[in-house]
């Protein structure tokens, strides 16, 4: 999934630029930050960030600050070469590198995929402020949560396609009359009686595949088209799961998973009619 953060100043106009410029040029108007780490294995985070600062015209002032936010102000990591610190410490220096450019667009890929928590505030932090500056951030993500937190347009990849690219209001304006019902059953044994509890009351429901597999949650997509009729079953649902043994339940209107997952398929469906 591709999602963006628009720049205020200069919305998506850079990505309709033309390449008819110098590669120099294009350098220059774009900062690419990998999954992997980019900076010299054999420098100290402070070298390999002090170098970077000062082909952007940076100061050490800035550099210094930047090291702090990212939790690496301590001076004995600054000093540490780049390949014996750890992981997440990595990350963060990779994130500040991109940062520390002054290129109008900043391109991360999974930035905060399989990080910890302290790395993926920090990052978010980043490319908040790379957008209040003026710049646009655009970012790879297995996250429809992460979506929802921070974009303003997302556009979705399928068989190396990139879909087209709309905000979450448009997507859910457009596929979102339906609902998602989730519950956890309270042992192993009473799935069976909720799945036909529920399948009873909402024989149109169409059940969703859970991510890990043998997670214990059951999910279904409920129609909205006929809204009036849903929330009468609504109140009656109500009553149902508080006489079913479940752990705990809930209802969403569209959730941006499931909508990713709409479109996905719709556009499979369209190649293969095709």
Known sequence: MWAMLLSRSNGIQLLRKRAHHSSEKRVQDLTFCPRENSLHPLLSL??????????AGQSMETVEKMLSLAALGDENQQESIFWRCGRMERRRACVTAAALTRSPMLLLEAPSDMVDLKTRLYTWNVMREAQRAGRTVIFT????????VICDRIGF???????????????????????????????????????????????????LPVSPPYSPILRWKLDLSAEKEFLVKFDLLNELLLSLPVKKSCVMKAPLDVIAQTIIDEHKESEYGE
Do not use: H, W
């Open 157 to 207: 990849v399928s068989k190396g396609k990139l879909l087209p690219i709309r905000t979450i209001a448009e997507l859910k304006q457009k596929y979102g009359n339906f609902a998602v019902l989730e519950v956890c059953p309270a042992t192993s044994f009473d799935k069976a009686e909720v799945v036909n509890s529920i399948s009873s009351m909402f024989p149109e429901a169409t059940p």
């Open 141 to 148: 993500t297995n996250s429809t949560e992460e979506c929802e």
């Open 46 to 55: 402070k070298s390999n960030l002090s170098i970077i600062a000062g082909l």
